[in-house]
């Protein structure tokens, strides 16, 4: 059974940095792809990065880019979403999803999903 746990949101200014951490149980084939996503309040769900388990293929929202980054660590089973220069249309709830397959940018196409955790960027 494949288990999503997302850590490392909290309340930032403008301006700042966060990490937010993905830990992924059950996932070890080496064909799986991790997306993060995020969801403001009124809003669409929208792919923001993502990887896949080899680290050699990422994508990235135009909304993003520049600013936020992605990595994984293999022998922790963990993703991390570095997010720097954090902006108030930052904000949002942040979505670990993870796959068998290929790294895609839709989120219907992700089966596990984590808890998500809040980033809320002040201005």
């Known amino acids: 059974q494949v288990q999503l746990v997302e850590s490392g949101g909290g309340l930032v200014q403008a301006g700042g940095s966060l990490r937010l951490s993905c830990a992924a149980s059950?996932?070890?084939?080496?064909?799986?792809?991790i997306g993060w996503f995020r969801q403001a309040p009124g809003k669409e769900r929208e792919f923001v990065i993502g990887i896949n388990w080899n680290g050699d293929v990422t994508r990235i929202a135009d909304s993003v880019k520049g600013r936020f980054t992605i990595s994984g660590d293999n022998a922790k089973n963990t993703v991390y979403l570095q997010m720097n220069s954090l902006k108030p249309e930052d904000t949002a709830v942040y979505y670990c999803?993870?796959?068998?397959?290929?790294?895609?940018?839709?989120?219907?196409?992700?089966?596990?999903w984590g808890q998500g955790t809040q980033v809320t960027v002040s201005s």
């Open positions: 999803a993870a796959r068998r397959g290929a790294l895609l940018t839709v989120g219907g196409l992700y089966y596990y």
């Open positions: 059950g996932l070890t084939s080496s064909t799986s792809a």
